[in-house]
């Protein structure tokens, strides 16, 4: 699977973003996605898991209630909502794809996008 991210830019604090996740290569529909993010100096985190059908979805506790995580497979892509954003926030951040749910560990994912960088100012 060939993961490419789109959509980050520079926002300002309590603003909303969306980054887009277009797959192609196998059948996208066959694997759980992720978001994962890394900021300047600081290890990859995971932010946000979605099931293979978009039924399930799992955040990490300082993004939950402010993230949505969604999929449209009918175009191959994943989605990652993001309101009320905080300089915090800002980072590189990637999407993933495994044959396994939830994706929350950074070792061990089976399919890497390139980031794409959100910048929040205060």
């Known amino acids: 699977v060939q993961l490419q991210a789109s959509g980050g830019g520079l926002v300002q604090a309590g603003g909303s973003l969306r980054l887009s996740c277009a797959a192609s290569?196998?059948?996208?529909?066959?694997?759980?996605a992720g978001w994962f993010r890394q900021a300047p100096g600081k290890e990859r985190e995971f932010v946000a898991t979605t099931t293979w059908s978009g039924t399930s979805t799992y955040y990490q506790d300082s993004v939950r209630g402010r993230f949505t995580i969604s999929r449209d497979n009918a175009k191959n892509t994943v989605y990652l909502q993001m309101n009320s954003l905080k300089p915090e926030d800002t980072a590189v951040y990637y999407c993933?794809?495994?044959?396994?749910?939830?994706?929350?560990?950074?070792?061990?994912?089976?399919?890497w996008g390139k980031g794409t960088q959100v910048t929040v100012s205060s």
């Open positions: 993933a794809a495994d044959s396994v749910y939830p994706v929350t560990r950074s070792d061990g994912v089976g399919y």
């Open positions: 290569g196998r059948t996208f529909s066959n694997y759980a």
